[in-house]
Structure formats: C-alpha cells, structure tokens
C-alpha cells in the first residue's frame, strides 16, 4: 500500500520559511514525476512546484525565486523549501507523485498539510 507522509507545516509570521518533507513508501514501478500542490482556502488546487526524474524543476510564477523543490531518491523523499512567505501562501499543501508501471500510470497524494502565514 502505497503512503505518503507529509510534515513541516504550521503557522509562521510574513517573511519567514519553513520546510515541507514528504516521505513515501509501498511504491511500486518507477517514479516518473514528484510535486507539491497547494489548496487555498475557498480556491481550487494548484500546482506549486514539480520535479522530473531527470531532476528537471518547474515552479508556479508566484512561487518563483522563493520555493525550491528538492529530492532525497535514497530516502524517498521529495522537499519543499518555502522561504520569504506570504499571506497568499496560506493553504493546504499537498505532495503528488505519479508513478509508471508497464503502460500504467498511477497517481498519488498525501494527506495534506497546513501552512498559515500571518501578516
């Protein structure tokens, strides 16, 4: 069975950092893509950052130059470096990570983590 198990969230003040971890085991077949999504309040989900198997990155535009997603393949584990925080990036973080087996492919969340920047 097949978990993801995100920390690192909590309440930090405007300008602060904190860092996301998300630790996965149970998978099977090969880790095509890792990211981290987020969910604010009354809004629909949104891709943050992402990270290839070839270790190509992607960011969100309001995340640029302040987020930095990272990997630990020895540990499974995919980061979140969040640093000069907003208001704006209140939300709940979720981590994804697609998976490819054959010709199928399977897509997997965690359970969401919450992140709240006071101004």
């Known amino acids: 069975q097949v978990q993801l198990v995100e920390s690192g969230g909590g309440l930090v003040q405007a300008g602060g950092s904190l860092r996301l971890s998300c630790a996965a085991s149970g998978i099977t077949g090969i880790i095509n893509n890792r990211g981290w999504y987020r969910q604010p309040p009354g809004k629909q989900r949104e891709l943050v950052a992402g990270i290839s198997s070839s270790s190509t990155t992607n960011y969100a535009d309001s995340v640029k130059g302040r987020f930095t997603i990272s990997r630990d393949i020895a540990r499974n584990t995919v980061y979140l470096q969040m640093n000069n925080l907003q208001p704006d990036d209140t939300a709940v973080y979720y981590c994804?990570?697609?998976?490819?087996?054959?010709?199928?492919?399977?897509?997997?969340w965690g359970q969401g983590t919450q992140v709240t920047v006071s101004s």
């Open positions: 994804n990570i697609v998976t490819l087996r054959g010709t199928s492919r399977s897509v997997y």
